[in-house]
């Protein structure tokens, strides 16, 4: 068998966060292992020269994404997050910083050309800012876009919408005007067991009445003599109403006479003879 490549096909995590550690020193505030993969937090101002580090001296020589996450109830809310490769080892690890919407973190262009993209990525979707980055312009979003997408505490609908105005020729914004409000989809199935009150199901919980009212009397319920007696009062005159009224209802004599309609030219009167449509010559 010809082996094509020194690499691993799986490789292992065993010993490389011990030694990645013992590697960063100072510069390390957390390591651990989560879902089968490595991840170091690193000092904000630190993040350059460790990266560097995991560059030249443990072979990660490619940097294949930086992402953002958003925290909102942190002093400080975003999580940058680095994901390193080793091509030699066939290996991954994750270097996370974190920073606030006011504290900037060291760009890392100067280690791999490919980070300008992603870390204007990062900045148009969070607002996080990298110093050091000459060309930090926002690449995803419109051109005057306010606000950042990827923030939890960003509207869902967002601010503005566009739409191309016929009567302008052009795309213009407006207030967003949604026709019905957001609505929010859990996926649960009631047959399955819901862990939420469905409509109606909120009854089942009342306790029955110790005690049901009952009705001794006739008078609790409304009925008796009396009633019976306002009941056959008559209180409108009955079908077809000519009984009882007083209202003349004589038909009025006719405003005027109309003129006899004048008898139908021709001899034929039957509408089947009258409907045929005549021959050619006639």
């Not at 460790?50 to 930086?66: G, V």
């Not at 819901?194 to 005690?211: F, I, N, S």
Request: proline share 7%; no cysteine; glycine share 6%.
């Amino acid at each position: 068998m010809t082996v094509l490549h020194s690499a691993p096909r799986f490789a292992s995590n065993e010993g490389v966060k011990d030694a990645l550690s013992a590697a960063l020193g100072a510069m390390l505030v957390d390591a651990h292992e989560e879902h089968g993969e490595i991840l170091l937090t690193v000092k904000r101002d630190s993040i350059e020269d460790a990266l560097r580090l995991l560059r030249d001296e443990h072979e990660y020589q490619q940097l294949m994404e930086i992402a953002g996450v958003d925290y909102p109830q942190r002093a400080e809310r975003f999580e940058v997050v680095y994901m390193l490769l080793s091509v030699t080892r066939n290996h991954r690890v994750m270097v996370k910083v974190t920073a606030s919407e006011k504290t900037p973190v060291p760009t890392v262009t100067t280690l791999w050309p490919n980070a300008g993209w992603l870390e204007r990525e990062v900045f148009d979707l969070y607002g996080v800012l990298f110093e050091g980055n000459t060309d930090l312009r926002r690449i995803l979003t419109d051109y005057g876009f306010e606000g950042h997408p990827f923030r939890k505490d960003f509207p869902l609908t967002g601010y503005h919408e566009l739409r191309y105005s016929e009567e302008e020729k052009r795309v213009v914004y407006e207030p967003v005007d949604l026709p019905q409000d957001l609505r929010q989809f859990d996926f649960m199935s009631p047959w399955e067991g819901a862990d939420y009150v469905l409509p109606g199901d909120e009854k089942a919980a009342t306790p029955p009445v110790a005690e049901p009212k009952t009705t001794d009397k006739p008078g609790e319920t409304g009925a008796g003599a009396k009633a019976d007696e306002e009941a056959a009062d008559k209180v409108s005159a009955g079908p077809p109403a000519e009984d009882d009224t007083a209202i003349d209802e004589t038909a009025p004599e006719p405003t005027e006479d109309r003129a006899d309609r004048p008898a139908r030219e021709g001899g034929t009167s039957e509408t089947k003879s009258a409907t045929e449509p005549k021959e050619k010559g006639e």
